[in-house]
């Protein structure tokens, strides 16, 4: 999958062909039907091998048992972090989120979270519920961040533009709304609210 993994990320979904893949590998496009059918099975594969660049207990520093507070919360951190650099690392990946595929690779971060998540104690609805709001906030950060491509002018200028209408829109006027771009620092800081919310529901 590494050619494919290339190919993606130097020409995007639409630049994907099974000939040019084919032309990559040193192969023809009949010999390349032997082991894949659709170029969806080319897309699906490639999307998995990238999650597995980084298994996820390494990910997490390889912690494998967690209980305290900080230990399993740091282990979550750890993993949703890399697991989101990863994907902006390849941006095609972001516009494929939608797509219902269970590869190994994806399976393997899905158990370390919710096995990281049952070590202090979560079970049952908790559990279930804790893992997907994880898991779509992972995904719509992620996907924020891929398509969000304004340059530093463009932002200026709407920022400009607020301010104009700033009876309007007085507090994204204010708060200079358009102008904040700490996307990493924003990712993590959300999550340890995440966090928050989900350790609090679990004490209830």
Same mark, same amino acid.
């Given at each position: 999958?590494?050619?494919?993994?290339?190919?993606?990320?130097? +020409? @995007? *979904?639409?630049?994907?062909?099974? /000939?040019?893949? #084919? +032309? %990559? *590998?040193?192969?023809?496009?009949?010999?390349?039907?032997?082991?894949?059918?659709?170029?969806?099975?080319?897309?699906?594969? !490639?999307?998995? !091998?990238?999650?597995?660049?980084?298994?996820? @207990?390494? #990910?997490?520093?390889?912690? $494998?048992?967690?209980?305290?507070?900080?230990?399993?919360?740091?282990? *979550?951190? #750890?993993?949703?972090?890399?697991?989101?650099?990863?994907?902006? /690392?390849?941006?095609?990946?972001?516009?494929?989120? $939608?797509?219902?595929?269970?590869?190994?690779?994806?399976?393997?971060?899905?158990?370390?979270? $919710?096995?990281?998540?049952?070590?202090? @104690?979560?079970?049952?609805?908790?559990?279930?519920?804790?893992?997907?709001?994880?898991?779509?906030?992972?995904?719509?950060?992620?996907?924020? %961040?891929?398509?969000? $491509?304004?340059?530093?002018?463009? /932002?200026?200028?709407?920022?400009?533009?607020? %301010?104009? /209408?700033?009876?309007?829109?007085?507090?994204?006027?204010?708060?200079?709304?358009?102008?904040?771009?700490?996307?990493?620092?924003?990712?993590?800081? @959300?999550?340890?609210?995440?966090?928050?919310? *989900?350790?609090? #529901?679990?004490?209830?």
């Amino acid at each position: 999958m590494d050619e494919a993994v290339a190919l993606l990320d130097e +020409e @995007g *979904i639409d630049g994907l062909t099974m /000939r040019r893949l #084919a +032309e %990559r *590998i040193g192969s023809g496009v009949t010999t390349l039907y032997w082991h894949v059918d659709t170029k969806d099975d080319v897309v699906d594969l !490639a999307l998995d !091998a990238i999650l597995g660049e980084l298994p996820p @207990g390494d #990910a997490a520093s390889g912690e $494998q048992s967690v209980a305290t507070d900080d230990e399993w919360r740091a282990a *979550i951190v #750890a993993l949703l972090v890399d697991w989101r650099t990863t994907m902006l /690392r390849h941006p095609w990946s972001a516009a494929l989120l $939608q797509r219902p595929t269970l590869g190994p690779n994806l399976l393997a971060r899905m158990e370390f979270l $919710q096995a990281t998540l049952v070590r202090p @104690g979560f079970t049952g609805a908790h559990l279930h519920t804790a893992t997907w709001t994880l898991y779509n906030y992972l995904m719509g950060a992620t996907v924020a %961040r891929a398509s969000f $491509q304004l340059s530093d002018e463009d /932002r200026e200028t709407a920022q400009r533009r607020l %301010r104009d /209408r700033s009876e309007e829109f007085p507090t994204l006027s204010a708060h200079q709304y358009m102008l904040e771009d700490d996307w990493d620092g924003t990712f993590v800081t @959300g999550l340890g609210y995440v966090l928050d919310g *989900i350790a609090a #529901a679990g004490k209830r």
